[in-house]
């Protein structure tokens, strides 16, 4: 009778969970002996004292009672004894989705500290992978995962907005190093390296892309960018979904092959990593035909060889390192980025605990394209903030991409005093290239002289730090806090740039952009969405009308800021005017 | 010694050693039914260790309370655990050597260890139970038979230590007890949490056979630094963050 009333999708998570399961995950969920070992070693737990919720064994039951009522006879024959339990409704399933992607960021710190082996991290993977294969994830997931199915990477980059920012970043670098040499090649076939990225460097950080090339130069290396399968990263790690892992890895696997690359290098970032060098052959069901090695490992091979020369007086700020958990607890990679930093900072500083015990920067497993688990993510931060403080350095330091953004939110919620960053851009930075031409000062100071900029949005902390940034960098700023004023102030000032924000009271930022670009007067100026619900993006790419020339999620810091109104209006703009 | 407790002591006991070997391989088939996962991946990691040395590293761990932070921060959780674990294979032994090797009991020392052991594991049973009532968080995690587990062993253990020193012309009741409760107990074990020392060499097999692969194993501890000086505590953001606009 109960099969009977069980929901079509709760259905299809069990006979789904029963095709998931393999030796290692029903020897997890079989094993556990409720000692409570894990409890402390999660930094929910230790944020939230006195809300056993957040527990990992806790969690885990929350599979483990589907598991034992269906495929363990335990809980076949006594269910009340073991406390097994089925699934029946949608709004269990949102429950349970509650727990897999708001109250864990599968950073592993957990499954170390198990004595039984229990490796949960895996475990809530599966029931991340068995909502989203009946639909039940949060919001941003599902608009990632659609990006990175139907754009080819998470964050929806089109390849003629990335294209654009590697040429703009190798034009930079050219200039700078006053050497034709040090372009950046794309899709040049039989190289050594074909270097993989983070979208989040096409779209918000490209000084990675340029400082990665300057290294790449200074050492003589072979490499190339690929056109295509650039984006290393893969939300199945994230969403629990193999289908879309091994996709994501096939595209980035094919593209190395087509090129003849002997080695695909990967830039900082975790998830990636791990995505692409350790789960993707698993995913794709492929044994790929050449290495693969983080950038880390790269620099420090140049370091090792003599390629590179550095010099450390270069960065004398008081640094930190954080682990990421991809590349830490699941790809063993502790040492080398510490050996990195001795090399290229004078003042170096352990957090504590570090290595394989240091804590998630709580914006893992996705985390940040999770609005809605915001406020509770960054609650839970407090344990990361506290570790950070301890230190006292100035800049925190971090081979994770996801990391940087997590512990960006976390050092402006808790008003910490540093910075972060990561180990290209310290390398970069402490490199010594004999040919160096200095960017003139007067361009940077004024980079935005006689641009006209006008900023849309209701919050007017938000509208005064986007105007500060703006006027700082010489541009003429009008700011409107609403979406009726943003359009009328529009039509009368006929800006270079409109920043958007989306959630505004009255008109939305979907309705204004709509109407800007429908407004043939209008249609000619650039527009970069600045919003905190990256959830909202379709509602944006998926109008009737040219997509914006930015697209940036809220919290922004002003290096990002300035970085894409640069580009929107030297690079987009100046394709537009021909 | 009474029909009773002769059948207790061996047919009792044989009946249901035969009853939990035969439910344990039906346990470990159903197990292997599964499919181990395939890893693809070369190596990773510094570390060089071997996938055979990882899976050994990952089954002797558990005797290495430096290896993970929560037996290394918890050493009075893991004394207990020593303790019970202790008291648990010599109550085991103990009703094999009553039976089969009553000698060995007429030396008093061996007979006070056995009852230093045991007693010492039935007073760790009862603070386990006391903790897993009393901590919110072992409260929410546990089951029936967590409870039910913990009270059997306790109460076993108490009727092991009063077995120990044999003397059945003494009493035979904490004897009949004793084989009784364990002839329960070998039958109830496999259904039971009990039974994860039969899921432990496989989960740490694969576990350590994954974490050695990627560099993970040995697992390197964290490395103590000198205390700096800490910038000022603030206080956080009143609200959380502007991401919801």
Known sequence: ????????????????????????????????????????????????????????????????????????????????????GSVFTDEELEELKDFAF?????????????????????????????????????????????DQWEIGNQMGVLKEDYLETVEWMSDELVEALGDPGAAIPIDKPGCEIMYTINPRE????????????????????????????????????????????????????????????????????????????????????????????SSVVTMLRYLHEGRIKVDKTRNTASVTYHDSCNNARSCGMFEEPREVLRHVVTDFREMYPNRAENYCCTGGGGAMSMSEYTPRRLKSAQVKADQLRATGAKVVVTSCHNCVDGLADLIRHYKLDMKVTQLVNLVSDALVIEKRVAVPVARIAAALAGRRILVVDDEPDVRTFLTAVLEDN?????????????????????????????????????????????????????VCIITGRPELRKLIYERDVPPPEGYLDKPVNEETVLTNVRKILEVTGEHKAH | MSGLLHFAEHRLQEAALIFMALVYTKRVLWLLKFPAGKERQAPTGSQN????????????????????????????????????????????????????APGVLENGTVVLVFQAAIWGACAVGCIRIIRR??????????????????????????????????????????????????????????????????????TRFYFGRSMAHRGVFPIPRSVKPPVY???????AEATATTRSH
């Open chain 1, 474 to 526: 010489g541009a003429t700023v009008f700011s409107a806090a609403d979406g009726d004023e943003g359009l009328a102030l529009a039509r009368k000032e006929r800006p270079d740039l409109i920043t958007l924000d989306l959630s505004m009271p009255g008109m939305d930022g979907g309705k204004v952009f709509e109407a800007i670009r429908k407004d043939p007067v209008l249609a000619k100026i650039s």
């Open chain 2, 49 to 100: 260790t071997p996938k055979w040395k990882g899976i050994l590293y990952s089954w002797a761990i558990i005797g290495m309370p430096w290896v993970m932070e929560s037996s290394r921060s918890n050493p009075f959780l893991y004394a207990q655990f020593v303790i019970f674990h202790i008291g648990v294979t010599l109550a085991i032994a103990l009703s094999f050597i009553i039976p089969y």
């Open chain 2, 133 to 202: 009532i009393i901590s919110p968080y072992m409260r929410a995690i546990s089951t029936p038979d967590d409870y039910f587990s913990l009270i059997l062993l306790t109460v076993w253990f108490a009727f092991a230590g009063l077995s120990a020193p044999n003397r059945p012309d003494q009493g035979e009741g904490p004897l009949l007890a004793y084989f009784f409760l364990t002839a329960f107990f070998l039958m109830y074990v496999p259904f039971s949490k009990i039974s994860h020392y039969l899921y432990y060499p496989f």
């Open chain 2, 229 to 235: 000086e800490a910038a000022a505590p603030v206080q």
């Open chain 1, 102 to 146: 708001g109250k864990c960021t599968n950073c592993r710190r957990c499954s170390l500290n198990c004595p039984m082996g229990v490796d949960f991290a895996v475990v809530n993977r599966m029931a991340r992978g068995l909502l989203v294969s009946v639909g039940v994830m949060p919001a941003g997931v599902a608009v990632v995962s659609k």
């Open chain 1, 202 to 293: 096409a779209k918000y950080d490209p000084r990675t892309i340029s400082d990665a090339a300057k290294i790449f130069h200074a050492a003589g290396e072979s490499w190339t960018m690929p056109s295509e399968g650039w984006d290393m990263t893969n939300f199945g790690l994230f969403s629990g979904d193999d289908e879309l892992g091994g996709v994501v890895a096939r595209r980035v696997f094919e593209k190395a092959i087509e090129l003849g690359a002997r080695r695909v290098v990967m830039s900082e970032c975790g998830h990636g990593y791990r995505s692409t060098r350790c789960e993707g052959p698993n995913w794709a069901g492929m044994d790929v035909p050449f290495a693969m090695e």
């Open chain 1, 1 to 84: 009778m109960q099969a009977l009333e069980r929901s079509y999708k709760s259905q299809k998570v069990i006979e789904r969970m029963g095709k998931k399961l393999n030796r290692q995950i029903a020897g997890s969920l079989a094993a556990c002996v409720h000692c409570g070992n894990c409890t402390e070693s999660c930094h929910y737990v230790l944020a939230n004292p006195g809300d056993p919720t957040y527990a990992p064994a806790y969690k885990a039951d929350r599979v483990r009672k589907i598991f034992k009522r269906h495929f363990d006879w335990t809980g076949r024959v006594l269910p009340w004894w073991v406390k097994a």
